[in-house]
């Protein structure tokens, strides 16, 4: 790597090149071996703090986003054409927050039955994704949120989402409202992993 080629400089192109996020081993790829790219994504991200561009971790990944106070201007251009209903908003929810849940478990949280074509458009927005089978008599597929869900709410990892006081805070929850399945105090369940081999 010549003097011109700083790592911080090719981190940056790789980056602004980039369609999608990137992770960690994949820009490790096209660096020296002895290079911490942890540090060196720490030092970029300290950079670009105060611009209009920062540098965020979404899903575990890489990728260059507006500012969080500059997102305004920009929000006449991202106008979404199709409003998710009650019943997707409310499906979406369950998952990110009881994954891995199957139907069944999602209609007995919201009380009413489920339309199949709510997880289809979940799915097909790339947001929930089938993540195994439950080791039950029946063996229910169950569901998760996918990478496409942290990306498009800026999440790094689904434990990142909001608890119960920060939503009750912004008005999203009633105060008298219980919270669902919750164990031991005022935090939401932790998604747990689903083992692959489940999905036989």
């Known amino acids: 790597m010549s003097d011109g080629q700083s790592p911080l400089r090719v981190l940056e192109a790789l980056l602004f090149a980039a369609t999608e996020p990137l992770d960690e081993a994949t820009l490790a790829r ?20 105060p611009r209009g561009v920062n540098l965020c971790r979404v899903a575990g990944k890489w990728q260059f986003r507006t500012a969080p106070d500059l997102q305004y201007i920009l929000e ?4 979404e054409v199709r409003r998710l209903s009650r019943a997707a908003l409310e499906t979406l929810a369950i998952v990110a927050y009881h994954q891995p849940v199957s139907r069944a478990e999602i209609e007995e949280m919201r009380g009413v039955g489920l339309s ?11 947001w929930v994704k089938p993540a195994g089978r439950r080791p039950v008599p029946g063996r229910p597929i169950v569901y998760g949120t996918t990478d496409g869900f942290l990306e498009h709410f800026g999440l790094a990892e689904i434990g990142d989402l909001p608890g119960v006081e920060e939503l009750r805070a912004a008005g999203l929850l009633a105060r008298s409202a219980p919270p669902t399945r919750v164990a031991g105090g005022e935090s939401l369940p932790m998604p747990t992993a689903v083992d692959s081999s489940e999905d036989a």
Do not use: F, H, N, S
């Open 30 to 49: 096209r660096l020296p071996a002895d290079l911490d790219v942890a540090a060196l994504l720490a030092e970029l991200q300290a950079v670009y703090a």
């Open 76 to 79: 006449e251009e991202r106008q």
């Open 116 to 126: 199949k074509g709510t997880l289809d458009l979940l799915m097909e927005i790339g």
